[in-house]
């Protein structure tokens, strides 16, 4: 496989204290879940690599903290990123609002290729519930984002949020016009070599 394929990009979790950004990490990374996740100080660092059809994707993930004192250094983490996976848990209408917030502040930070999520997690906390999907489901549409709802303790939908958040980065990555002409040149040459040895 050339590397052309081979993509690395930089996520980036963000979200309120106690949604769940560590732990739908770990379970994607580690596949762990565990009860007391206790909560990031500043942020963690996670790597995976994703093999999709058309390239392998190797996230370099940030985990950032929730609390609110943490907020200045967040820029520092999505400076740069190519995918932002904003978290809410279903349970907190707080969260929901505020996850709001990181939308926006995204959207100001202006990168046009910057591959958003919403992410509505702990939805094993159903009867808890406080934000309806179709709630998240109409703020995702209306800004632009890919909504999906996941419980890293029940592993629902995590997998799922990396590989299509994967997908879309893949897709959202700005041509560069030489290196274009290059890879048509490799490709022609193969397929010629491939005529030829079929001759």
Known sequence: MGSRNNIQAKLVLLGDMGTGKTSIALRFVKGQFFDCQESTIGAAFF??????????VKFDIWDTAGQERYHSLAPMYYRGAAAAV???????????NRAKKWVQ??????????????????????TKRQVDNEEGVLYAQENGLFFIETSAKTAQNVSE??????KRVVKARPTRPTGT???TRTRDRRRRRLFCCST
């Open 47 to 56: 790597s995976q690599i994703l093999s999709l059809n058309e390239a392998t």
């Open 86 to 96: 904003v978290v809410y848990d279903i349970s907190s209408t707080d969260s929901f």
């Open 105 to 126: 502040e995204l959207q100001r930070q202006g990168n046009p290729h910057l591959v958003m999520a919403l992410v509505a997690n702990k939805a094993d906390l159903e």
């Open 161 to 166: 949020l990396f590989y299509e958040t994967a």
């Open 181 to 183: 002409n290059l890879h």
